[in-house]
C-alpha cells in the first residue's frame, strides 16, 4: 500500500507524458487559431494603385473572383523569401486575383522592389498609413488571405509562405 | 562580436558541466576546486546572458533573435526587457537564474560538504539539460543571413514596466525550487541523517516562494491594468501554472516548519521538495512549447516542444524514482493529536495538495479531452471557483488559529477568547451584509479574512512582549504573514463578489453619476508617442462638486507590430478602484465601460505583506 502511495506521483507523470507526447505529435498547433475573420465578409477598404494613382480598387470590386491577398513591403525580408512562390500560383490559377498591398512603404521603393524582383500581383494597391492592415487585423507581414466567390475570407496565413504550406493548405482552396 | 562571446561562454559553461559530472565519477575534488568550477560556469552563463542584452541594448541587428523581436525606436527598458520577452532569451534567463542560485548556493557554509557537493552536481545536471536544449533549440546568438538596419519589434503588450520585471521575479521563483529539488535528490543518496538540510532547505524554499509570490502579483497587476478587462485574475493556463508551485510550496514551507517541533516528516518535505520544481519545470514547458492558448501564447515549435518534455520527463522521472527507491523512513512517530500544531499543519497539507491536483487537472485536461475526442475545449473560471475555492477555505480557517496551538498538547491558550472573537465578527459581517448585499462567498470570504487578521493580531498581543526590534519582527513574522493572507482575502472577496459594470456612450463634455462619483469625458486626443500611437479620453472625478482627479484611458496603436493595446485608465482609492476603458467611436459617441472594483487594493496590499514577510523569513535563523 505505502509503495502504491509512492509510485502514484511516477504513474500521473507517465499519464501526463502519454497525453502531451500525442499531442504534440499530431502536429496541432494553438498558436494559430482560427482567426475571427475566417468565414466573415472582406473588410471594407479603398486603395490607389501604385502604379497609376487615378485607378482605385475597392473591397466591392471582387463580386464572383477568387482573391488571394498579400501584404508586403519593400523592407520586409521574409516577404523576398515568399515572393518567388507567387509565380507559380499565378501560372497555375490564372483565374485567381492576385492582390498586392504595399504596406508602409515609399513608392519608389516599391516600384523598385517588384521590378527587381518581378511583378506577381494583378493589382497593387497602396497601404502607406496601414490602414487597410488595420481593418484585416494583420499581425506582421507578410499576411497572405484567400478569399471565396461571396466575398468571404476563406483562408489567413501569418508570415511566410512555404511551398508546403501552398500546396497542403492554399492549393485544395483554390 | 557580443552574439559570439555570448555563445562562446554558454558553450563553454556547458561544457565545463558536462565535464564536472564525468570527471567527477574519477576525481575526488576537494571543496575549494569544486567550488570554484561551479562559480566559472556561472560566471559564464551570466555573461553570456549579459551580452545578449547588450546587442539587444544596442539594437545589433546581425543578431536573429535581436533582429525579430527588437526596433531602434524601443525606450531602452524595454529594449533590456526585449532580452526575455522571447522564448530564446527568456530560456537564457531561465539558465541564468539557475546559476546565480549555484553560485550563491556553493558559498553556503556550515552544511556538510559531500552532501554540499552532491547538491551542486544535481544543479549541474540541470544546468546541462537546459543549456543543451538552448543550445540545440533554441540559440538566441544565431547570426542574421541577411544585413538588415532595422528589427522587427516586440509585443507592444509586453511593452510595460510592470511585465518587464515580472518574467525575471517569476523565474527566480521557479528556478529557486531547483536547488531545493537537488537538496532533496541529494538528502536521498546521503543517507546519513543530517538535520542541516532541513534549515538550508527551509531557506530556499522560502526565498523562492517569496519571488513566486512577487512575480505571479506583478503579472496578475499587470493582467488588471493592461489586458482592460477589469479584473485581475482569470484562470487563465499559464496564471493556473504558476499558482500550482505556488500552492505546492506554500505546503513546503509550512511542513518545513515542523522541524521546529522536532517532528521531521522526511518523507513528505522530500516529496514536495520534487513536486515543487517538477510543476515549474512543467509550467514552463507548458508555456514554453506554445501546448496551451493563453494570452502569453508564443510562437511554438514541435521539436522544441519535445526537447522539453524530455527535460520534463527526465527531471520528475528521476526525482520521482530515486524517491520510489530510497524512500527514507520517519525516525520518529509524529504527534497526531485531536488539534495541535501537527496536526493543523498536516490536514493544510493534504488540502494543498488537493487544491493543487484540482489545478492540475483543471489545466490538463483540454490537452487530454483534444487528444482522446479531437474537440478543443477549455475549462474556465467557473471550474476553478467552484472545486479550488471551497478545497481552500478550510485551509484558511485553519490557518487563523494555527500559529497559537501547541506542539504536543490540545490545549488553545486564551481559547475563550478566539471563541468570542470569531463569533462576535462573524456576527458583525453577518447583520452588515444582510443589511446591504448579502452573497454568501461575500460573507464567507469577509469572515475569514476579518477573523484571520484579528486572530493573528491577538496571537501577537498575547504571546510576546511587544518591543519594537528587528527581533520582535522576525519572532511575530509567521503572524504578519498570515495578516497579508487576511487582508488579501478581504480585496480577493470584495473585488469579485462586489463589483459593479457599467456601460455608456458618451461624447466630449458628457457628464454621468457612477455610484457617488461624477465621472465627466473632458476630451479626447490623439498623440504620437516615441514608438506608438496613443489615443486617450481624458476622464474628470468629481465629488462634492471638486475635481478630485483626472484619469487618462484609451488605446495605444503600434505600427511597427501594428497591435492595439488597450489601456485601462484606474483611480485608486484604498477602498475601490474606478476603472475605465475607452472602447469605439459610435456615431460621434464612444463607448466607455466603468467597473466599480472595491478592496482591489488590498490584494496587492496583502501580497506585499506577505513578500516583505517572507524576506523577513529568510534572515531568521
Known sequence: ?174 | MSSLVGFISLALAVIINIFLLISNFFIKYNNKIFNLIIKVSSILTIISFFSLMYAYIVSDFSNFNVFQNSHSEKPLIYKISGTWGNHEGSMLLWLSILSIYGFFFSRTENINIKFKQQTLLIQSFLHVLFGLFIVFTSNPFLVNSVIVKEGLGLNPILQDPGLAIHPPILYAGYVGYSIVFSLAIAGLFSDSDNKGWIFVTKRWALISWTFLTGGIALGSYWAYYELGWGGWWFWDPVENISLMPWIAGLALVHSLLMAKGEQIIKKWIIFLSILCFSLSVFGTFLVRSGILTSVHSFASDASRGLFILLIFFIITGFGFLVFLLKTPENSKPINFLFINKVSALVINNILMIIATLTILLGTIYPIIVEVLTNDRISVGGPYFNSTVIPIMIPGFLLMSIAPILSWQTNRIRNARLYVIGFIAISLLVLVQSYLSTFNTWGVLGLILGIWIITASFISIISSYKIDFNFKLLQKINPHIAHIGVGIAIIGITCSSVFKNEYDFNLNEGDTVQIEDTIVKLEKIEMTNEVNFQALRANFLIERNKKVVANIKAGKNYYPVSKMITTEAGIYHELYKDIYFIVGDQKDKNWFVKVYINPFVSFIWIGVLIMVVSGFIGVTRK
Open chain 1, 1 to 174: 500500500m505505502k509503495r502504491l502511495i509512492v509510485l502514484s506521483p511516477l504513474v500521473i507523470l507517465l499519464i501526463i507524458c502519454f497525453f502531451i507526447l500525442i499531442y504534440l505529435l499530431s502536429n496541432k498547433d494553438p498558436s494559430k487559431p482560427p482567426s475571427a475573420l475566417i468565414n466573415k465578409d472582406i473588410p471594407i477598404f479603398e486603395s490607389k494603385s501604385l502604379y497609376e494613382t487615378d485607378k482605385i480598387i475597392k473591397s466591392q470590386d471582387f463580386k464572383n473572383k477568387k482573391v488571394l491577398i498579400n501584404f508586403f513591403a519593400s523592407w520586409c525580408l521574409p516577404c523576398k523569401v515568399e515572393h518567388p512562390l507567387f509565380f507559380e500560383i499565378s501560372e497555375n490559377y490564372p483565374d485567381l486575383f492576385m492582390l498586392g498591398f504595399n504596406h508602409k512603404d515609399k513608392s519608389e521603393d516599391a516600384k523598385n522592389y517588384l521590378s527587381e524582383d518581378g511583378n506577381p500581383y494583378d493589382f497593387v494597391g497602396v497601404d502607406s498609413d496601414g490602414m487597410i492592415a488595420l481593418e484585416f487585423g494583420v499581425f506582421g507581414l507578410p499576411e497572405t488571405f484567400l478569399i471565396n466567390e461571396k466575398g468571404k475570407i476563406i483562408y489567413k496565413f501569418m508570415g511566410p509562405l512555404t511551398k508546403e504550406i501552398i500546396k497542403n493548405e492554399i492549393i485544395p482552396l483554390l
